[in-house]
T-cell receptor
Framework: DGGITQSPKYLFRKEGQNVTLSCEQNLNHDAMYWYRQDPGQGLRLIYYSQIVNDFQKGDIAEGYSVSREKKESFPLTVTSAQKNPTAFYLC?????????????FGPGTRLTVL | QKEVEQNSGPLSVPEGAIASLNCTYSDRGSQSFFWYRQYSGKSPELIMSIYSNGDKEDGRFTAQLNKASQYVSLLIRDSQPSDSATYLCAVKRVSELSFGAGTTVTVRA
């Protein structure tokens, strides 16, 4: 089956810890994205990548880091510098298309800071 | 001014009625527009994309785009209880999407 997987589904973190969220896709998409969603709010872009070994900051990159060593994988690390990390984290991917940018989402990871 | 604005709702419609959702955007140069449906606790699901002025129909869904007014809408005909969800409007920036906060729709039986 083609799709996007994220793990874990739920993650609990103590204050001061770094945690890494996994995102894998087998859709052969070039572009991958990380969003954060807070209750009652829309999606805010953290980072995105259009090619292996390259990525760009989104609107709220502070306190986060990413890597893109393989086309299929785009892990997100939430560092201890992120002041309010409790949120629903969504990974998406898309083909690179000058006109459209239909993004498809994984099931998400819900992160809670204890 | 937010890049993408939607009425937050909630929008309550009776079963079988038409639900009308609105979205305005600030970047006049935007060319691509998308509607996503998000059930509570789940991730967004793409339901419509539209690139040209006018209407685009897909089953019970119709997207309408007016670039001159910087306005895109979604109509849901014959609304069903399964349509109860939050609907997110997204607009393409240079190489990524900007999302509105979403409109919550409740279809009452």
């Amino acid at each position: 089956d083609g799709g996007i997987t994220q793990s874990p589904k739920y993650l609990f973190r103590k204050e001061g810890q770094n945690v890494t969220l996994s995102c894998e896709q087998n859709l052969n998409h070039d572009a991958m994205y990380w969003y954060r969603q807070d209750p009652g709010q829309g999606l805010r872009l953290i980072y995105y990548s259009q090619i292996v070994n390259d990525f760009q900051k989104g609107d709220i990159a502070e306190g986060y880091s990413v890597s893109r060593e393989k086309k299929e994988s785009f892990p997100l690390t939430v560092t201890s510098a992120q002041k309010n990390p409790t949120a629903f984290y969504l990974c998406a991917s898309s083909v690179l298309d000058r006109r459209g940018n239909e993004q498809f989402f994984g099931p998400g990871t819900r992160l809670t800071v204890l | 001014q937010k890049e993408v604005e939607q009425n937050s709702g909630p929008l309550s419609v009776p079963e079988g009625a038409i639900a009308s959702l609105n979205c305005t955007y600030s970047d006049r140069g935007s060319q691509s527009f998308f509607w996503y449906r998000q059930y509570s606790g789940k991730s967004p699901e793409l339901i419509m994309s539209i690139y040209s002025n006018g209407d685009k129909e897909d089953g019970r869904f119709t997207a309408q785009l007016n670039k001159a007014s910087q306005y895109v809408s979604l109509l849901i005909r014959d609304s069903q209880p399964s349509d109860s969800a939050t609907y997110l409007c997204a607009v393409k920036r240079v190489s990524e999407l900007s999302f509105g906060a979403g409109t919550t729709v409740t279809v009452r039986a």
